[in-house]
């Protein structure tokens, strides 16, 4: 479950992501004003701790970009720091990179060996909230990866090979770029403009 504050946060992420992604090689060189958020799921950092938040980005000519955020009371040593923002009830939050968060890369891949699904919204409130993307691992193991230090990060291209406590998860930073190898277990998704399941990573 993932307690949504009704508050401000400045700057946006959206305008966040308008700094960060045209310098980013793999995204394609996106003009700031063509940058859209389309979606977004979220998974529970465990020790509640650490906000974990995948951003579905409309980037121009149809290209569709995933970008997982982690959000942290203090820097994150291992991960890159996209910026920091003033969070009205929590305050200064740094927002990281997350494919380089052990938190993140913790708990795509137990979603994904689990057969688990992206967090549950609930507003500080206790009003449940729908989420803006629905996600789902192909696995059936009955217990996830378990907490380790953070995992080795390959760029490659359009894709994230992240290599975390004995198993490696290639997440698609640009949807349709690859295909799942067969028998792999992956990681799909849903959302308002996608009503069938894309791809959007899986285990190797």
Request: proline share 8%; charged share 20%; hydrophobic share 35%.
């Amino acid at each position: 479950m993932a307690v949504i504050h009704r508050t401000s946060l400045s700057p946006t992420k959206l305008e966040l992501l308008q700094q960060w992604l045209p310098g980013q090689d793999w995204a394609g060189s996106p003009e700031p004003s063509a940058i859209a958020v389309l979606g977004s799921y979220r998974f529970d950092d465990p020790d509640g701790e650490v906000g974990v938040e995948t951003m579905l980005i409309e980037s121009g000519a149809g290209r569709i970009l995933q970008v997982p955020l982690t959000y942290r009371s203090a820097p994150e040593p291992a991960a890159p720091l996209i910026g920091t923002a003033e969070h009205g009830v929590l305050g200064r939050r740094w927002i990281h990179d997350g494919t380089a968060d052990p938190v993140y890369q913790n708990m795509v891949i137990t979603t994904v060996l689990t057969g688990g699904r992206e967090a549950e919204l609930v507003t500080t409130a206790g009003e449940h909230r729908p989420g803006f993307a629905q996600v789902r691992g192909s696995g059936e193991h009955p217990h996830g990866v378990g907490a380790a230090p953070a995992g080795k990060v390959h760029r490659e291209g359009p894709t994230v090979r992240l290599s975390y406590g004995g198993y490696e998860f290639t997440l698609l930073r640009l949807l349709g770029s690859v295909s799942a190898p067969a028998g792999a277990l992956t990681l799909t998704g849903t959302w308002a403009e996608e009503t069938e399941p894309r791809l959007l990573g899986y285990l190797s």
